[in-house]
């Protein structure tokens, strides 16, 4: 444990405590966090601090295209009834910002982190992970981001051989293809709504048949492996058939899923479903995703979209119509600049709602709503987007960089 001995060598501990020193003068300069510059500072002056900080930790590291922040927030909290924690819980996921957060858990005994896609292969060869969870593969970032098979291949590379456990969705043939390349895998049958991703078979390019949840590729018989865990409704049910109930203040269909790949992963540390599911009622938002804030009069719903697949599943937690939606979009490095992906999402699930749209890219948005046979009015901010709402609820859905922007514009 990170408490018996010190693993850091003089060189190491002077380049935690420049990055420090450095994430401190971001914040006082109101830069935000400061994690990632501060991150990268430490890694100049010691490029393996962060195989260096990881040594002394039990580490899960927890990828995916959508829902890796909070299932990262929900592990995190189920794995504190075994011990400390140390995590990203602000989401800075590449190498900079998950060096500043291990940086930060000198007494931890467990590293939750999450990892961006792209970097999972090379953060899992630093941190020496015990656990590593997949969720899902899909599009998203489509200027900078490898296609998914792409994705799932270098996943399938970087982790062939693993000593980790992975625990992975057994509902995505991308993230099965992924994982199968490992010698221990943990299999959750988690569900998968958005199934554009995975229409090709990952291993031979064959067409995949869907019969029910099932699916199998007719041509090289690549097929869903049996889950040993499953969310079914509103419980999860264990290797040995027990069902344990999921009580959430998160809402949704998606944050069950990531709470029964949660209580997979607590159970490798020998957390027992029904201690780690009780803990995880304590999440209520996750870095302002979900909250409710009041604002003009109204109470408004912050909602985080980044893709088609999260999209979707945002669609399906919604209040029924007539509640007002406001929908904000932005094309900036950190969203990907492509909107292409607006074609992908299926606007029609909000017929009957008031739609008011804002954000850097409200007119490529307005012209796919056009064509989706949706009334809407462009508005030039927020503030005019409300006002144009009755008093009551709002939905508020956005992408990254829109969303931080609503969070600034609240107070949140």
């Known amino acids: 444990m990170a408490g018996n001995s010190d693993p850091l060598t003089p060189r190491a501990k002077l380049a935690v405590t420049a990055g420090k020193a450095v994430a401190a003068a971001s914040r006082a300069a109101g830069r935000g966090s400061g994690s990632v ?5 430490a890694l100049k002056l010691d490029p393996d601090l962060l195989a260096r900080l990881a040594q002394n930790l039990d580490v899960v590291l927890v990828s995916a295209t959508n829902g ?25 996921n590449m190498p900079a910002g998950i060096t500043s957060a291990l940086a930060g ?39 900078r981001a490898a296609e998914t098979r792409m994705l799932a291949e270098n996943w399938r590379e970087g982790l062939a051989g693993s000593k980790a456990v992975i625990v992975a969705n057994c509902d995505d043939p991308l993230v099965v293809w992924a994982a199968s390349s490992s010698p221990n895998v943990i299999w959750v049958a988690a569900g998968q709504m958005w199934k554009d991703d995975a229409w090709s078979c990952p291993s031979c390019g064959g067409v995949m048949q ?18 040993s865990w499953a969310l079914s409704g509103d419980h999860v049910l264990d290797p040995h058939g027990s069902a344990w109930p999921i009580h959430l203040q998160l809402p949704g269909r998606a944050n069950k899923a990531n709470a029964a790949s949660s209580a997979a992963v607590a159970a490798v540390f020998g957390v027992p479903p029904q201690v780690a599911l009780e803990r995880m009622y304590q999440v209520q938002a996750v870095a302002g995703r979900y909250d409710v804030v009041q604002f003009q009069g109204r109470d408004l719903r912050l909602l985080l979209a980044k893709n088609p697949a999260g999209w979707l599943e945002t669609f399906s937690l919604i209040d029924p119509p007539p509640t007002p939606v406001i929908l904000s979009v932005n094309a900036r490095s950190a969203d990907g600049t492509d909107t292409s992906w607006l074609w992908d999402v299926d606007y029609a699930r909000l017929t009957g709602h008031p739609i008011c749209v804002i954000g850097d890219r409200k007119l490529d ?37 829109a969303f931080q922007d609503l969070r600034r514009r609240v107070g949140n």
């Open 210 to 227: 869907r019969p029910g949840d099932d699916w199998f590729c007719g041509e090289c018989g690549f097929r869903r492996p049996t889950a």
């Open 68 to 92: 890796k922040t909070t299932t990262t927030r929900l592990i995190a909290e189920a794995l504190r009834a075994a011990g400390p924690v140390v995590s990203n819980a602000l989401g800075a």
């Open 37 to 41: 510059i501060g991150g990268r500072v």
């Open 105 to 143: 858990g000198s007494d931890a005994r467990y590293g939750v982190i999450e990892v961006d896609e792209k970097y999972l292969a090379g953060v899992a060869r630093d941190t020496d992970p015990k656990c590593i969870a997949l969720l899902n593969l899909s599009r998203d970032q489509l200027d």
């Open 365 to 401: 948005l307005a012209v796919r709503l056009e064509v989706a046979n949706q009334q809407f009015q462009v508005c030039d901010d927020l503030d005019q987007a409300v006002q144009l709402c009755p008093p009551g609820r709002i939905e508020v859905i956005a992408n990254y960089t």
